[in-house]
């Protein structure tokens, strides 16, 4: 399940790419398959490393993509990188958890090249509010999110940082449904009946690619997203 539209961020042969906060490794799988570019995952949590390593490494035995890849264990908020390093960054669902998120844009701008672009997706103001709200446990703990985020509010810390915004995007309705539902019947009780019920419709929806599902998803985003994606350019 992506994130990005890789319509609107599009990979090119050639390009360097960054994924920050990889987590288990969409966002970096898809851009290894569109091209001959070098692809760089990083995250702080071990499990989730291993897994995209494995699947980048299966993705590479089957010769899916001639580009290379890297997965390294790194901090968000020190880049250990050079100044302008990459083409394209993605920071997906990371500004939320981290202490001090300007200096977290700071270092994807810095690592970013003059003209390239970065997507940054984090969870609409809305959906946090009431997830919140109904069980504390959904922040309250260790690596949760720290802050809710208003879009103008990020939108201004991004052009702050010599980013002009060029598409916003608001994604992943059926996942705000699943979330409230885990709230309302207990974030800790994960074999629940109605939320694990509706996960099965989720992972269905995805797995099956149904076009009536997406289209449906489509017009629920309008009223009820679960992320908000901002696209942008480094001036």
């Not at 099965?200 to 929806?205: C, S």
Request: some cysteine.
């Amino acid at each position: 399940m992506l994130t990005v539209n890789f319509k609107l961020f599009k990979i090119e042969n050639g390009d360097r790419f960054l994924d920050v906060g990889c987590g288990e490794g969409r966002h970096s799988f898809e851009a290894f398959r569109l091209g001959s570019h070098m692809v760089c995952a990083l995250d702080m949590d071990d499990v989730s490393l291993r897994k995209t390593h494995y699947v980048l490494h299966y993705m590479d035995t089957q010769r899916v993509s001639n580009g290379s890849w890297n997965v390294m264990f790194a901090d968000a908020l020190s880049l250990p990188f050079k100044d302008a390093s990459f083409d394209k960054i993605i920071c997906s669902e990371v500004l939320e958890h981290v202490a001090d998120d300007e200096r977290g844009i700071r270092e994807l701008v810095r690592t970013l090249k003059r003209g390239g672009v970065l997507a940054v997706t984090v969870p609409t103001y809305l959906s946090e509010a009431v997830y919140w709200a109904l069980d504390e446990d959904y922040y309250n703990h260790p690596g949760g999110h720290v802050r809710k985020y208003k879009a103008q509010e990020l939108m201004d810390s991004l052009r702050r940082n010599d980013l002009a915004i060029y598409a916003i995007r608001y994604e992943h309705a059926f996942h705000s449904i699943y979330w409230l539902l885990r709230c309302i019947f207990g974030l800790k009780k994960e074999k629940a009946r109605v939320p694990a019920f509706y996960y099965k419709f989720l992972v269905l929806q995805i797995v099956t690619k149904s076009r009536f599902a997406q289209r449906m998803e489509r017009i629920c985003n309008f009223f009820f997203p679960k992320s908000i994606v901002i696209y942008t350019r480094k001036i």
